[in-house]
């Protein structure tokens, strides 16, 4: 699968994610932060608006601490899909796996167990959001789909008439859409089914990215190596310009023009004696 197509199957995922928030966590968002920021103005102005303030405080704290997270371990990567990306999107769904397990567990009849549920899907939609940042498919972020929409009128024949995207464009809107209504069908049954089915998805797209991620960043490199080159190009020249000049240069020079010399002039000095 190509990467365009497992951001598309995150955005379905953030779909059931946000129906789990708002239907059964007291109207809060896990991946539209815009939602929760909205929701915190209404509520600020008070008058009895009955609006939530604890769930989205905490759900946009978390939000921001995943995706800080995944910034931090990206940060050195190379443009792509990575082993780091697997890593991020694999703990994404760990975390949504063990959240699926904790309305069983502990039940979610309480604001503050409520509160923690948020808190640890909106930390999973934040890394699965920088994540895709990273990755950079045009046009789907997968936790929102505003610019889409935007994107998708502007260049349409109504707007630009440019006419690029249209199909990605359309695909993201309908997951996001197909998502929440499964969401809320499962939320039905019991809100950790619908997280797991959420985690299962991200675990799948974890797995897929993985297996294909070789092909397109493990290849190996084409380039001659260059050290041999060097050795054998260098180490010939020095032995045959700088070995021979030195032996015939210097030896002989010092042989011929020094012994004569000491020969021819010592030796005539010396005067006999008469009979």
């Known amino acids: 699968m190509t990467q365009p197509g497992l951001m598309l199957a995150l955005t379905f995922a953030t779909g059931v994610v946000d129906a789990v928030g708002y239907l059964r966590l007291d109207q809060v968002f896990a991946g539209n932060m815009t939602g929760n920021v909205v929701i915190l103005g209404m509520a600020a102005t008070g008058g009895g608006t009955g609006l939530p303030v604890l769930g989205p405080v905490v759900a946009l704290a978390s939000f921001l601490a995943g995706a800080a997270t995944a910034g931090r371990v990206l940060r050195t990567a190379a443009p792509g899909w990575s082993s780091r990306c697997g890593a991020l999107l694999g703990g994404v769904g760990l975390v949504l796996t063990a959240t699926a397990l904790g309305p069983a567990l502990v039940g979610a009849d309480t604001s503050g167990a409520r509160a923690g549920m948020a808190?640890?899907?909106?930390?999973?939609?934040?890394?699965?959001?920088?994540?895709?940042?990273?990755?950079?498919?045009?046009?789907?972020?997968?936790?929102?789909?505003?610019?889409?929409?935007?994107?998708?009128?502007?260049?349409?024949?109504?707007?630009?008439?440019?006419?690029?995207?249209?199909?990605?464009?359309?695909?993201?809107?309908?997951?996001?859409?197909?998502?929440?209504?499964?969401?809320?069908?499962?939320?039905?049954?019991?809100?950790?089914?619908?997280?797991?089915?959420?985690?299962?998805?991200?675990?799948?797209?974890?797995?897929?990215?993985?297996?294909?991620?070789?092909?397109?960043?493990?290849?190996?490199?084409?380039?001659?190596?260059?050290?041999?080159?060097?050795?054998?190009?260098?180490?010939?020249?020095?032995?045959?310009?700088?070995?021979?000049?030195?032996?015939?240069?210097?030896?002989?020079?010092?042989?011929?023009?020094?012994?004569?010399?000491?020969?021819?002039?010592?030796?005539?000095?010396?005067?006999?004696?008469?009979?």
Do not use: F
Request: some cysteine.
């Open 119 to 275: 808190s640890s899907l909106a930390l999973a939609m934040g890394a699965q959001a920088a994540t895709a940042r990273h990755l950079a498919v045009r046009d789907v972020t997968t936790v929102v789909v505003t610019s889409t929409l935007t994107g998708l009128a502007a260049d349409s024949r109504l707007g630009a008439a440019r006419g690029r995207g249209a199909l990605r464009r359309t695909a993201a809107v309908a997951l996001i859409v197909a998502g929440a209504a499964a969401g809320a069908l499962l939320c039905q049954v019991h809100e950790g089914l619908a997280v797991a089915a959420a985690a299962c998805v991200v675990l799948a797209v974890t797995a897929l990215g993985s297996r294909a991620a070789p092909a397109t960043t493990g290849a190996p490199s084409t380039a001659p190596p260059t050290a041999p080159a060097t050795a054998s190009s260098t180490a010939p020249a020095m032995a045959s310009s700088t070995a021979p000049s030195t032996a015939s240069s210097t030896a002989p020079a010092t042989a011929s023009s020094t012994a004569p010399a000491t020969a021819s002039s010592t030796a005539p000095s010396t005067v006999l004696p008469r009979p």
